[in-house]
């Protein structure tokens, strides 16, 4: 079992022909977004969609996510303000200028590279490159849908490769969207909807510095430290504590059991990167409702997500008792985020990097009970989730657990075998407000519509995300295209069906369960 990189990695400046630049290797969740992006995509469709029947993978690559909004602005006011706050996003975030060099399948990490802005000039060269503006009716699937497709780096011609893009949509009657396109080595949730508080305040603040102000050449103080140096620094007792954490992950190759897995009943036409993706709304008092209920079973909407596809997963496998314990789980609510374990002086708000901690969870299926009623093994299944999640989720060595990973011998190799992935986003007010005022009067100069979640898939596992906003729950499912549209129809309303089996009454259970005691429920509010 490897320590993490102790010490580990920092930027370091290295004197070029003309200009120095600053390097350091990709590190933690950063490494681990690169090698499966790199990997699991690019390879002819024909020999995914048979790995994925075959073996158990997944793979997230690119990532898109945005908002459409509404604001009082005229459009061309719009355009100057977001790419005003673009140029300035890169002076407090200069990881969106970054390149990633290397060899992938090399015996070292991939690296990023960065150049200090020298002149205004610079800048705006690489805002033409880097923010795109695009007059078109709103039109945001078709957007996603074209985007998604598009592999990551941009390469323009006569400079360096874009790896971040803005995009701004001006739409009709004075609603737009703004999105960023980017790496998933980049791009956690949390971190993006940080980036997006940003732009939205320097596109309302009448008052904020002009961009040519900024210091430029010294922004390459903000790139990001990596996982262990941002949370604190080395663990002391990582030799004992965190050997033996890294010791209880679960160990695919020991696994006797068989994975559950989903796959589409039957294959469509399929392009490499094209995602279906499908959203379901619900309204607030059914979403308040929900919430209530799953926090006074002592659960958490995550966990309750993920144990619904998993009954999803049992019923279209449908296993009879004689095999059900021949079976496993393989989940990943336990991809648990960096940010709230972030040490002072370490600012979370620029802190715009890939930065979790992922510790599979493997559920046997002989924890979980064939014949009680469907609310009981729903919350038996959520209850085995959250006590393994707990476990890792509440050690102090866990924050360093994905660097650890990534420096095995074997990390280069290393597949994902994880065949769900319940991304729990939590609520968009508490990450930003979705009213934003200006200088010029009381009312919003830019309101937040709606949020949307786009990865580029190449694996047959769908992702699913889940949020609230206004009030609502929405749930979402992506898949790559071999999915037909009706298969992961049913699959979002089979998953969000099983969710909903919190809200039953244990009186209200159908008859032939007397296995089936009242449930001990406790208030978590």
Excluded at 103 to 129: F, H, I, K
Excluded at 296 to 317: N, P, Q, W
């Amino acid at each position: 079992m490897n320590a993490p990189h102790y010490p580990e990695p920092t930027w370091m400046r290295i004197s070029g022909r003309k200009t120095p630049f600053y390097t350091r290797p990709l590190l933690g969740s950063e490494l681990f977004d690169d090698r499966t992006s790199v990997l699991l995509d690019g390879y002819p469709i024909e020999i995914i969609l048979f790995s994925a029947y075959t073996h158990s993978f997944f793979s997230m690559t690119d990532a898109c996510v945005g908002f459409t909004f509404q604001s009082l602005y005229a459009a061309d006011e719009v355009n100057q303000r977001a790419r005003n706050a673009f140029a300035r996003l890169r002076f407090s975030c200069p990881i969106i200028a970054t390149n990633i060099v290397g060899d992938v399948s090399g015996p070292v990490p991939r690296s990023w590279v960065y150049a200090p802005v020298q002149s205004l000039s610079e800048l705006t060269c690489w805002m033409n490159d880097a923010f795109c503006t695009v007059q078109q009716d709103l039109n945001v699937d078709a957007f996603v849908e074209d985007i998604s497709q598009r592999r990551l780096p941009y390469r323009p011609q006569n400079a360096s490769p874009i790896w971040f893009r803005c995009y701004l949509l001006l739409g009709d009657n004075n609603k737009h969207g703004l999105y960023f396109h980017g790496p998933h080595a980049i791009m956690d949730g949390g971190p993006t909807l940080n980036a997006f508080a940003l732009m939205l305040q320097w596109m309302t603040n009448d008052a904020t510095e002009p961009v040519e102000n900024l210091p430029w050449g010294t922004e390459w103080h903000n790139l990001p430290l990596g996982p262990v140096s941002a949370t604190g620094g080395p663990r002391d007792d990582w030799d004992v504590a965190g050997i033996e954490l890294l010791k209880q992950l679960p160990d695919s190759g020991a696994i006797r059991t068989i994975p559950l897995a989903s796959r589409p009943f039957r294959i469509s036409q399929s392009a490499v990167g094209k995602t279906c993706r499908l959203e379901r709304v619900l309204d607030p008092t059914l979403t308040r409702r929900l919430v209530s209920k799953t926090r006074i079973v002592g659960r958490s909407m995550s966990h309750l997500f993920e144990a619904a596809y998993c009954m999803v997963l049992l019923a279209r496998d449908q296993l009879p008792p004689s095999v059900w314990n021949a079976y496993h789980f393989e989940g990943n609510s336990s991809a648990i985020s960096l940010i709230p374990h972030l040490r002072l002086p370490y600012d979370t708000k620029t802190h715009l990097i890939s930065s979790r901690t992922h510790i599979p969870i493997q559920i046997s299926m002989a924890e979980v009970s064939p014949i009680v009623s469907p609310r009981r093994q729903l919350l038996q299944i959520a209850q085995a989730i959250e006590k393994r999640y707990t476990r890792f989720a509440t050690h102090p060595c866990m924050p360093h657990v994905q660097a650890a990973r990534a420096y095995q011998p074997d990390a280069l190799s290393e597949r994902s075998d994880i065949e769900s992935s319940v991304n729990n986003v939590g609520s968009i007010e508490r990450r930003l407000p979705l009213s934003w005022k200006g200088g010029r009067g009381a009312e919003p100069a830019i309101e937040l519509e709606s949020v949307l979640f786009s990865v580029r898939l190449t694996s047959l596992a769908p992702v699913i995300h889940i949020w609230t906003m206004k009030g609502s729950l929405h749930v979402q499912v992506q898949a790559n295209d071999a999915w037909p549209k009706a298969d992961l129809q049913d699959l979002l309303d089979a998953i969000c069906s099983r969710a909903c089996l919190v809200l039953e009454d244990f009186s209200q259970n159908p008859p032939g369960h007397p296995s089936d005691p009242p449930l001990n429920e406790r208030s978590r509010l």
